[in-house]
């Protein structure tokens, strides 16, 4: 079975780390460009930043820019985001999506994000 899954979400206090991770299981990310996208509640998913299937280029929301970053593992399965200086405005459900030019699409089913202040 083609899958996403996204994992590392908790809660942290506002200031803190997390590293979120999104896997494939039964293909390889290496050929698709990845995307974070977050979804707080009563608002709609927006894109937090994402990386071209090169990993040469990467684009990020001007709220995380500075804070975030995404890189691809040594194993071409996993895609990493990396969280720093969180705020309680960072609190939201985390997907994580892989996309090629020929369109295939895959979201994972969500990693919660809880910032305390």
């Known amino acids: 079975q083609l899958q996403l899954v996204e994992s590392g979400g908790g809660l942290v206090q506002s200031g803190g780390s997390l590293r979120l991770s999104c896997a494939a299981s039964g293909f390889t990310l290496d050929h698709y460009a990845i995307g974070w996208f977050r979804q707080a509640p009563g608002k709609e998913r927006e894109g937090v930043i994402c990386i071209s299937s090169s990993g040469d280029s990467t684009n990020y929301a001007d709220s995380v820019k500075g804070r975030f970053t995404i890189s691809r593992g040594d194993a071409k399965n996993t895609v990493y985001l990396q969280m720093n200086s969180l705020k309680p405005e960072d609190t939201a459900v985390y997907y994580c999506?892989?996309?090629?030019?020929?369109?295939?699409?895959?979201w994972g089913q969500g990693t919660q994000v809880n910032v305390s202040s």
């Open positions: 999506n892989a996309v090629t030019w020929g369109g295939n699409n895959y």
